[in-house]
């Protein structure tokens, strides 16, 4: 931690420009003397009267330039650091500057980046000291080697032209376990590289012979007993009369210690403790990165900043102390973790806080993401025995570009949006653009109520009756989801089935439909109405899990209701994705008696060759086709091509939303076995249902 104030020299003709640089490292908690110049000769007194810590240098002014300034600096007081700060660099001149030996650049137009930028080439001229210092005194070394040698405490290690070892000090036995008689007349690499090493370690010897100049290099060593340890060495060449090396002296000093503090600091200085996260500093990077990335790739799509807040970890600490508080933390930042996308970041924001960036295709992405996070964050936590231990979590999103230019900016916003949820009683997480926030919380309150509907049994089944178009008797219904809303009235499953599809929520909703739907079928059996066909509807994602047959097994057995009269119907577009596994898929169905029937046919991209290998008993024609097949003759043809094609394959066939007479006439006509419709009937609740299975009188 810097004890004195820093004294700062700025090579600038803005007075305003100054004063912004100032506020900039004020507000970071940086305390600073600042100097202006905007001349040369101005400059060169000013570095060796006042004797600044670090240089702030514009990099054109009217009378001097930043790279002249910066010439002086390496020439007068190289181990000064030097930073442009402009607002004309551009890409070619920053690389430029870089390479001439500037130690980073920032324009003005973003001087909240100036004080990390201060504090990271202070600590590298900071280490760059320390690297010459160690410099200096390796050269020292390499002056008295020939005299102390072999009393020295650095590692000492003489090698002949060839590689091999002529003499090993105390120093180098004592690190590496080795003695002289173990090692001497062996190649250096042989002892001390595995196996995988040693070829590019050889080479990298024998690179030894073009060099004139004392050769610094770092290198990991293998010890007698396995250990690696970092060794950091000054080769200088004793040489013949003609010039070629005759030995080469190695001078070495084991920095493994250091080298392991090293990664300590940076990683106490990168990573939270506790958690093992990255930190605000590392997130702040990273964000910046992101941002970078998406300007310089023009990425399609959205930065997410979602900034959660683990409100409950503050109870759980008054409540049950502060180690169970942390375990439950922890174990909050692992179900976060195992939600992370490959290119996305995750750290611990704050005290009871978390922060997560993601890149995301659209906006109603987030969303899902947000909602994942809420589940998976509310899940009970077992912690030293207590069990129910549960941490209510707030949420906070922004967006970049919209909300926000840079990193400093989105968090900002992030934490007024977490705030905001926080305050709020009814939601529990908050858009920083009110616009979006609100788009965005019809959909999560809309999927949050939908995970309880069925548990609140809100959910309910109406069935629509299907009719043979010989006998004119209802011959099976389908069962048709609906969900009676207590506040909204009944909602249209146009509205909440595609959102049950993208959270996953179909699978076990559908389950509870096949089950329900089981064991009203028996119910009406057990009342005396035989041979009626139930059609359940399956989801593409429930066509798709590995337990469907055992699923299906498991609905029948427990309501009792025959396999032969159960119809499940698949979509075409489900069942021409992965053909061949819905093969196998049906095959198992089929084998317990279960009737398949293939629906929406002709909507999708039906392969005939896959079809009438497909174990089907039904096709049924899509109302899209039905609709207009009085007065449409392509809908006209395209029905009578189904009912062909079903004849040739040996099917029957089922046309949905008849609704009229002359339809009725039409498919009746044209062979088809089955309709339903409101022609007919609406899909009726169970009751209404009931009355109308129990009249069963014929349609005419």
């Known amino acids: 931690m810097r004890r004195r104030t820093l004294k700062i020299l700025m090579v600038e003709d803005d007075p305003g420009d100054v004063e912004l640089s100032r506020y900039e490292l004020t507000r970071a908690g940086i305390a600073c003397d600042v100097q202006q110049v905007d001349t040369e000769d101005a400059f060169v007194d000013a570095l060796s009267r006042y004797r600044p810590d670090i240089v702030l240098g514009d990099f054109s002014l009217p009378n001097f330039d930043g790279m002249s300034a910066l010439q002086i600096v390496q020439q007068i007081t190289p181990d000064t650091p030097f930073l442009f700060v402009s607002g004309t660099m551009g890409e070619e001149r920053a690389i430029k500057a870089l390479k001439q030996g500037a130690y980073d650049y920032v324009l003005k137009s973003n001087l909240a980046r100036l004080p990390s930028a201060v504090e990271r080439a202070l600590q590298e001229a900071h280490q760059n000291q320390i690297r010459n210092k160690m410099e200096q005194a390796l050269q020292a070394e390499r002056n008295l080697l020939s ?47 595995p196996a995988e090493e040693l070829e590019p370690v050889r080479n990298h010897f024998l690179n030894w012979h073009a060099q004139t100049q004392p050769l610094q290099y770092q290198s990991r060593w293998l010890t007698a007993g396995g250990e690696r340890r970092e060794i950091l060495w000054l080769t200088t060449f004793l040489q013949e009369d003609h010039g070629s090396a005759l030995n080469y002296i190695c001078s070495g000093i084991d920095i493994t210690q250091w080298r392991q503090a090293e990664d300590r600091v940076h990683r106490l200085s990168n990573y939270d403790v506790l958690t093992g996260l990255p930190n605000r500093n590392l997130l702040r990077d990273r964000l910046e990165q992101g941002i970078t990335r998406v300007e310089r790739e023009r990425r399609p799509g959205l930065l997410a900043v979602i900034l959660i807040g683990v409100r409950g970890a503050i109870a759980v600490r008054e409540g049950l102390g502060l180690q169970l508080s942390e375990d439950a933390l922890v174990e909050a930042s692992r179900r976060l973790a195992g939600l992370m996308q490959h290119d996305a970041t995750l750290a ?8 997560m960036v993601l890149h995301v295709p659209e906006q109603d992405q987030i969303a899902m993401v947000v909602q994942e996070i809420i589940d998976i964050l509310d899940l009970p936590y077992h912690v030293d025995g207590h069990e129910g231990v549960y941490l209510e979590s707030n949420i906070g999103v922004t967006i970049y570009p919209n909300d926000g230019d840079n990193g400093d900016a989105l968090l900002q916003a992030a934490e007024v949006a977490m705030h905001r949820a926080m305050e709020n009683v009814l939601e529990r997480f908050q858009f920083y653009t009110p616009a979006l926030n609100s788009q965005v919380s019809h959909r999560l309150q809309m999927a949050s109520q939908l995970r309880q509907a069925v548990q609140k049994k809100e959910m309910l089944l109406h069935y629509q009756p299907q009719v043979s178009l010989k006998s004119g008797e209802i011959v099976g219904v389908e069962a048709l989801l609906r969900w009676q809303h207590p506040d909204k009235g009944m909602i249209s499953p146009i509205e909440f089935i595609p959102m049950a599809e993208e959270t996953g929520l179909i699978v076990p909703i559908g389950e509870w439909v096949l089950r329900t739907a089981c064991e009203q079928a028996q119910r009406w059996h057990d009342m005396g109405v035989h041979g009626l066909t139930m059609a359940v509807n399956l989801s593409a994602k429930q ?139 609406k899909p009726l609740a169970v009751d209404e249902c009931t009355r109308l299975l129990q009249a069963r009188s014929p349609f005419s």
């Open 147 to 193: 005299a102390i040698f072999d009393t020295t405490g650095a590692l000492g290690l003489m090698l002949d032209k060839e590689g091999r070892i002529v003499r090993f000090n105390q120093a180098a036995e004592r690190t590496t376990g080795y003695t002289l008689s173990q090692v001497q007349g062996k190649h250096f690499w042989d002892v001390f590289f």
């Open 348 to 355: 611990r924001f704050g005290d009871t806080s978390f922060a």
């Open 543 to 681: 066509f798709a899990q590995k337990n469907l047959a055992a699923m299906v097994r498991r609905a029948l057995d427990d309501s009792g209701f025959s396999s032969h009269c159960l119809e499940l119907e698949l979509t075409e577009s489900a069942s021409m994705e992965s053909p061949e596994k819905s093969i196998e898929v049906m095959k198992l169905l089929k084998a317990m008696g279960v009737r398949l029937s293939i629906d929406d046919f002709g909507t999708g991209y039906s392969n005939l060759n896959y079809l009438k290998r497909f174990p089907v008993d039904q096709l049924k024609i899509d109302r899209s086709f039905v609709r207009d097949v009085g007065t449409d003759a392509d809908d006209l043809a395209i029905a009578r091509a189904v009912i062909a094609l079903a004849r040739s394959l040996h099917l029957e066939v089922l046309a949905e939303g008849v609704e009229d007479l002359t339809q009725y006439d039409i498919m009746k006509e044209n062979g088809c076995d089955k309709v339903q419709g409101y022609y007919f009937s």
